[in-house]
């Protein structure tokens, strides 16, 4: 199945594995917006994009090699970009380029797997920002899971997937108290684990369906029953 590709999605805060995210501290300090900052977001994201999913356009004529070469250049010098600004701004909350911008500098956090640390740095500052009503709780939930991922620990909301090559299936990465997890996802604002999964399942087997049908001849994916 070397031809089905699987989709890019991954202090006390982290090594603790809070399941809840702290409640909302007021009186934060002013923070002038920065169009500037959010319009070079809004261009780099446009290229990560690319570079996260399957090669389209002019891109399905590299080679595989090419193709790695080139995704690992944008991440790679997305990174030392969004490490500057971090230096500069700390986590880039709403105030400083409005909910659009804060996502996606979070987005390409995501995807800077190549640099553990500065995921970790990340992640402890959005903790404070997300209690002070500046970044989104969801997307905090998918960096702490990514960075535990990444550290070879169990997540806490189960957002980190891999697949069933023989069904296309969606299934968590190691989580911690599977029995509680849409508890866990609920507080942060994510909708059930079942459907979710269904979610990336569907999505997965679309960029690969290909492959699927010619090497397994399976037309559509397997999916999780949803309780009502």
């Known amino acids: 199945m070397n031809k089905i590709i699987a989709l890019i999605i991954i202090g006390s805060v982290l090594f603790g594995c809070k399941a809840k995210i702290p409640e909302k501290v007021e009186n934060q300090e002013k923070v002038a917006y920065n169009q500037k900052l959010a319009d070079e977001l809004k261009k780099m994201v446009e290229i990560d994009q690319i570079a996260a999913f399957i090669p389209e356009g002019i891109y399905k004529d590299m080679t595989s090699a090419e193709w790695t070469s080139f995704k690992d250049s944008v991440f790679t010098t997305h990174q030392k970009r969004l490490n500057q ?136 994916p397997k999916l999780y029953e949803i309780k009502e």
Request: with cysteine; glycine share 8%; hydrophobic share 35%.
């Open 85 to 220: 600004i971090f230096d500069t701004f700390g986590f880039v909350g709403f105030d400083l380029v409005g909910q659009e911008g804060s996502q996606n500098f979070w987005l390409m956090v995501q995807h800077c797997d190549h640099n553990k640390d500065f995921q970790i740095a990340v992640l402890e500052k959005m903790e404070i920002a997300v209690t002070k009503g500046n970044a989104q709780p969801s997307n905090y939930g998918l960096l702490l899971d990514r960075v535990l991922i990444n550290t070879n620990k169990k997540q806490i909301y189960g957002t980190q997937v891999t697949y069933n090559f023989k069904t296309g299936q969606a299934y968590p990465q190691p989580l911690k108290d599977s029995t509680s997890v849409n508890e866990r996802r609920k507080s942060i604002g994510l909708e059930p684990l079942e459907k979710y999964l269904n979610e990336m399942t569907e999505m997965h087997f679309e960029m690969n369906k290909n492959g699927y049908l010619k090497e397994l001849g399976i037309s559509k």
